[in-house]
């Protein structure tokens, strides 16, 4: 099975950008379709961005269209979120999260499509 581990996290102002990576071992990714969600506080986790396997298919949360991108290097067993123009609404924890598959093309818009899950890392965005 693959762990993931989330870094990049941290305090950045409005109208600033970050960039999320999330480190996977035990498992190449190559057989995983990947997803980033947020969870803010008293809010339910939700899906932001998700790409699959092949990352020929992407999906975005429409709140995050255009300023969040969802990107994979396979050889680095690394997939990235690049937060774009973060607005005191990000501000949450992120995680990112795996999901086994044969499907090349199969992306997954909830949780319960993906397996493996990292701890999460903090974005705070100041007003």
């Known amino acids: 099975q693959v762990q993931l581990v989330e870094t990049g996290g941290g305090l950045v102002q409005a109208g600033g950008s970050l960039k999320l990576s999330c480190v996977a071992s035990?498992?190449?990714?190559?057989?995983?379709?990947m997803g980033w969600f947020r969870q803010a506080p008293g809010k339910e986790r939700e899906l932001q961005v998700a790409m699959s396997r092949s990352a020929g298919q992407t999906h975005s949360a429409d709140s995050v269209k255009g300023r969040f991108t969802i990107s994979r290097d396979n050889a680095k067993n690394t997939v990235y979120l690049q937060l774009n123009s973060l607005e005191p609404e990000d501000t949450a924890v992120y995680y990112c999260?795996?999901?086994?598959?044969?499907?090349?093309?199969?992306?997954?818009?909830?949780?319960?499509?993906?397996?493996?899950w990292g701890q999460g890392t903090q974005v705070t965005v100041s007003s």
């Open positions: 999260a795996a999901a086994r598959t044969t499907y090349d093309e199969a992306v997954y818009r909830t949780q319960s499509g993906y397996n493996y």
């Open positions: 035990g498992d190449t990714i190559r057989n995983y379709a």
